[in-house]
């Protein structure tokens, strides 16, 4: 009875916790699509940095919310994760969903450094010509990408359920009460293939335009000191130096994420899982303060919010 009661008390606290987390990063997406799109109807066309970002910001939202749904739904309805394809289903959409988050940031990152960074090898021109028309085809391979990973997710733990009749998948979207067999490696290695190319094309694209922000700093630094140029380069290379660092906790969740994903929930696990659904959120405020004009129109509806409520 005392463990039934701590293990209720714990589910609770983590619905709780995750609820928070998810709203707050649903609330941060969702105003960050509303004030693209609406930029997107006034004037009538759309850059290949608000593409990317308003892609970003429905896949974070999407993800946020599924997440959400999961852990209300275990403490709340539990018996629905034992009826087939509901487990597979969940793991399926969420694989998905959190691919797409990952490969949509890489790709946000490998186009602010072909945007930003100046390097004078052909290859790296060639790109720099064509990045706008290269944008939608990194977003369309980061969809497939992301949905060939969630079938063979789906497939390989509706063949693990088909072998194991007795297995469960209360907990973890991927997690199941049987031994550790081919079929539960297969999806370990294919999510960690994931995470490590997305994580791989992140660090490269971070020390790449790091590198080349640095040396385009030292040039002004000798040639005139100290402006307004200087001051923007420190920004940026702020705002990349905290998109690689969030990045790279993010990364050690999703595979501490795997490792635990075998043994019974404990506190380790648990804080995980909240700096992994914490990382959705903390990124796309980042990605607010250093846009100018989503920052001006967050700092602007906070003070309306703020003079509605001494209003009252």
Request: aromatic share 16%; with cysteine.
């Amino acid at each position: 009875s005392q463990e039934k009661s701590n293990a209720t008390s714990h589910d609770i606290t983590a619905v709780v916790i995750v609820t928070l987390q998810a709203l707050a990063g649903m609330w941060i997406n969702a105003f960050i699509a509303s004030v693209l799109c609406t930029a997107w109807v006034k004037k009538k066309s759309f850059n290949s940095n608000e593409k990317i970002l308003l892609f970003l910001a429905c896949c974070r939202f999407c993800y946020l919310f599924s997440t959400w749904v999961y852990h209300l739904f275990s403490i709340l309805c539990p018996l629905s994760f034992y009826v087939h394809p509901m487990p597979q289903l969940f793991a399926a959409i969420h694989s998905f969903l959190n691919c797409s988050n990952l490969w949509v940031s890489a790709c946000l990152c490998v186009f602010y450094c072909i945007k930003i960074a100046n390097f004078r090898h052909i290859f790296f021109i060639y790109l720099k010509a064509r990045i706008d028309r290269i944008v939608p085809w990194l977003l369309l391979g980061s969809v497939l990408f992301s949905l060939v990973i969630s079938i063979l997710i789906y497939k390989v733990i509706n063949e693990a359920h088909c072998n194991n009749p007795n297995s469960t998948t209360r907990g973890n979207f991927w997690k199941a009460n049987i031994r550790m067999d081919e079929h539960f490696f297969t999806v370990y290695f294919i999510s960690g293939f994931g995470f490590a190319t997305a994580f791989m094309a992140v660090i490269s694209s971070a020390l790449l335009l790091l590198f080349s922000l640095w040396r385009h700093k030292c040039k002004m630094q000798t040639n005139s000191g100290k402006n307004l140029s200087m001051d923007a380069h420190l920004k940026a290379m702020k705002s990349i130096l905290s998109f690689f660092f969030i990045y790279s906790l993010n990364f050690t969740c999703l595979v501490l994420t795997l490792v635990y994903s075998t043994k019974e929930a404990n506190p380790v696990a648990f804080l995980i899982l909240v700096f992994q659904y914490a990382f959705p959120a903390v990124h796309s405020l980042i990605l607010i303060f250093s846009n100018p004009k989503l920052e001006k129109t967050l700092l602007k509806t906070l003070s309306c919010v703020k003079c509605k409520v001494c209003m009252r």
